[in-house]
T-cell receptor
Framework: DAGVTQSPTHLIKTRGQHVTLRCSPI?????VSWYQQVLGQGPQFIFQ???????GRGNFPDRFSARQFPNYSSELNVNALLLGDSALYLC???????????FGSGTRLTVV | SQQGEEDPQALSIQEGENATMNCSYK?????LQWYRQNSGRGLVHLIL?????REKHSGRLRVTLDTSKKSSSLLITASRAADTASYFC??????????FGQGTRLTINP
């Protein structure tokens, strides 16, 4: 049974560009969350979706947006990239939001 | 949602020794979860302890929870090199987001 899969694994973008990161949750999991982890820090919450509805948003600018599709996969979009957006972006899914989450291996985004 | 505070920030021990790390939080919880992160990888869910539980075991892991002190501890017995990682706690009040602190960086020396 596949775990949480994220694509791409690595990405290099230029300042000002736009990026789309993708996440496929574990089959049957309806809750998906996104996290940003800067080197040396703990993961910071960006978005939570459950049953295709946004259930939470972290303290990130409007350049960050996300959505969840009918098959529960999710996309994270970041516009007008800044150098400070360079980070590991993690997706996590859960059968029930109160329970444990399964994380993907992340997408390493580098903005130059 | 609330953030757990892990302590110590860094811990270095010899292989075979036990490692203990602590987590403190501020308000009431439904459960508390521990996660491990190997360098540059995704987090792995280790164990969930409910607010009505005081201790839980999983293999070489032992987690305790003291709701009166709003604290939890994670004990790893007979440590191995593969246990080298960062460890995070996540106190949960409900279905809100997981909030992570800085974590404890554990290094197991051969």
């Amino acid at each position: 049974d596949a775990g949480v899969t994220q694509s791409p694994t690595h990405l290099i973008k230029t300042r000002g560009q736009h990026v789309t990161l993708r996440c496929s949750p574990i089959s049957g999991h309806k809750s998906v969350s996104w996290y940003q982890q800067v080197l040396g820090q703990g993961p910071q919450f960006i978005f939570q979706y459950y049953e295709k509805e946004e259930r939470g948003r972290g303290n990130f600018p409007d350049r960050f947006s996300a959505r969840q599709f009918p098959n529960y996969s999710s996309e994270l979009n970041v516009n007008a990239l800044l150098l400070g957006d360079s980070a590991l972006y993690l997706c996590a899914s859960s059968l029930v939001p109160q329970w444990g989450y399964t994380f993907g291996s992340g997408t390493r985004l580098t903005v130059v | 949602s609330q953030q757990g505070e892990e302590d110590p920030q860094a811990l270095s021990i010899q292989e075979g020794e036990n490692a203990t790390m602590n987590c403190s939080y501020k308000t009431s919880i439904n459960n508390l979860q521990w996660y491990r992160q190997n360098s540059g990888r995704g987090l792995v869910h280790l164990i969930l302890i409910r607010s009505n539980e005081r201790e839980k075991h999983s293999g070489r892991l032992r987690v305790t929870l003291d709701t009166s002190k709003k604290s939890s501890s994670l004990l790893i017995t007979a440590s191995r090199a593969a246990d080298t990682a960062s460890y995070f706690c996540a106190p949960r009040e409900g279905a809100q987001k997981l909030v992570f602190g800085q974590g404890t960086r554990l290094t197991i020396n051969p």
